[in-house]
């Protein structure tokens, strides 16, 4: 495995909201500092490994060569390990402070060190011995100390800048062929160095494990707060770790339903504003937000296409709902079922040739799949219970639900049904979101169990690896529901 050479730039984001914004108000004024991509430059170099380590570099034996069917990174290079035996075994790494002025080498090293150990395929080593290690910037680390501590591989780096400015350095040693396989040094404003954290966390997962890493990314959900029978609903968003959360809008009306634009800074959701229920797209970099299309009756359940020029939607007419495709460029509504019953919460699959819902045209909650057009409505569950809220893998690969039954129960199948499995199931569990790499999915909870904010029941979200591997709460300040992924660096 070799070392990239190769510069980019990543946007970056201030990540500051300064008021909020009441929901469902079209044109209602948001301080800047939501937008990730473009607001701020953050550059990114490819470091040379040192001369030394060069010398030293052996080729990788084979016992550290992942199977055939590991798949490899975006780069080309081959990764260390795969998934399937880092869950069995998770790859011990060593992760010292990086050096430098302040608090930000200990504060960017705790971001890499949580993001790697939360997702459960990484196990950091104990700080003990770190001194010994000799890997700060461009030095060539001590590997027979590494060896002895049981590590695979080395995050070693520092910090340096003042000011608005720091400029952050990182290799990545795989320590068995003694070779460094990744340097990057970031430059970016000071009051982004979480990110920093989350972006050189991402680049290990990838190199490490040969697929794209999710760390970079942002969870949109609902926050309540408030009794049982007066619940106050926002809007917010915070990073996959839980932290900046911020809240887009006030509490004046009902929201739910949250969904990131798949290329762009907006979001679809759906609001009561002024008692009439409609599906709103809210943009992060201004705070704008209108609502999509004037239609009599309700809109809601709304999701983008994968090229992001529509929305797909469920709409009511009489008794019934019907989903609908609405063009973004020219607002025009095509229906793409009319099956006289209820076809409600629709996902596209990631090529845009398919979409997946819930209906009850079979006299049951059921799961179905169609083509984009609405043609060649077929049933893909056939399980006990009630099935809603699918939502299709971005690999392809799988469709996530909520299943009712005696108990609420979140799984997975293939998109032709078969394969089906429950990876948790609890009093009340619903609303599944994948990252971007389609390794996890994230869900609500709600407990029956009272707790101390006078609601009556505790509302949490948590994720949990595809394959029922490291279910884990996600911390929130209020109770969440409605959890969205965005796209990676979103």
Request: hydrophobic share 40%; net charge positive.
């Amino acid at each position: 495995m070799t070392a990239q050479h190769v510069a980019h730039d990543i946007p970056i984001r201030s990540g500051v909201l300064q008021q909020p914004v009441r929901s469902g108000r079209v044109d209602a004024p948001v301080a800047s500092g939501l937008n990730r991509r473009g607001l701020l430059g953050l550059s990114a170099t490819l470091l040379a490994a040192p001369l030394t380590a060069r010398a030293q570099a052996v080729e990788q034996s084979p016992a550290a060569a992942p199977p055939a069917a590991s798949p490899a990174p975006a780069s080309g290079q081959s990764a260390v390990i795969d998934v399937n035996r880092a869950r069995m075994a998770p790859i011990p790494i060593a992760i010292p402070d990086l050096g430098g002025e302040g608090e930000f080498g200990r504060q960017i090293t705790q971001v890499i060190t949580n993001d790697l150990a939360n997702c459960g395929l990484f196990r950091p080593i104990a700080p003990a011995g770190f001194a010994q290690l000799g890997a700060t910037g461009a030095d060539v680390p001590d590997f027979q100390n590494l060896k002895a501590m049981g590590a695979q591989a080395l995050i070693a780096g520092r910090v340096a800048g003042g000011g608005d400015k720091v400029r952050v350095e990182f290799r990545l040693w795989d320590v068995l062929p003694q070779q460094q396989i990744q340097g990057t040094a970031f430059t970016t404003t000071a009051a982004n160095w979480r990110r920093i954290g989350h972006l050189i966390a991402d680049v290990v997962y990838e190199r490490l494990l040969g697929e794209k890493g999710y760390f970079d990314t942002r969870i949109c959900y609902v926050s309540a707060t408030g009794p049982r029978d007066r619940r106050t609903k926002r809007l917010a968003i915070m990073d996959q770790d839980g932290a900046n959360i911020r809240y887009l809008t006030d509490g004046a009306w009902l929201v739910l339903t949250p969904r990131f634009h798949p290329t762009r800074d907006e979001i679809a959701f759906m609001s009561y504003a002024n008692n009439r229920p409609r599906v709103y797209l809210f943009d992060l970099g201004s705070g704008q937000q209108r609502v999509l299309g004037a239609w009599e009756g309700m809109t809601f359940a709304p999701r983008f296409s994968p090229d992001g020029r529509s929305v797909v939607l469920s709409a009511t007419r009489g008794g019934n709902s019907n989903i609908y495709r609405v063009d973004l460029g020219g607002g025009a509504m095509q229906p793409l079922t009319e099956s006289g019953a209820i076809d409600t919460s629709p996902c596209y699959s990631p090529d845009g040739s398919q979409i997946v819902f819930n209906s009850d045209r079979g006299g049951d909650q059921q799961l179905y799949i169609m083509g984009a057009d609405g043609s060649g409505v077929r049933r893909i569950s056939f399980g006990a219970g009630r099935y809603a809220t699918p939502v299709w893998s971005p690999r392809g690969d799988l469709i996530a639900f909520t299943r009712l039954g005696q108990s609420f129960g979140i799984g997975v199948m293939h998109p032709d049904g078969t394969g089906e499995r429950i990876l948790s199931e609890s009093f009340v569990v619903e609303g599944p979101t994948f990252c971007p790499n389609g390794r996890v999915i994230m869900f609500w909870r709600q407990s029956p169990a009272r707790d101390n904010r006078g609601s009556g029941y505790s509302a949490r979200m948590v994720s949990i690896d595809i394959t029922g591997f490291n279910e884990r709460a996600v911390g929130t300040p209020t109770d969440a529901s409605d959890p969205a992924w965005s796209p990676l660096g979103a």
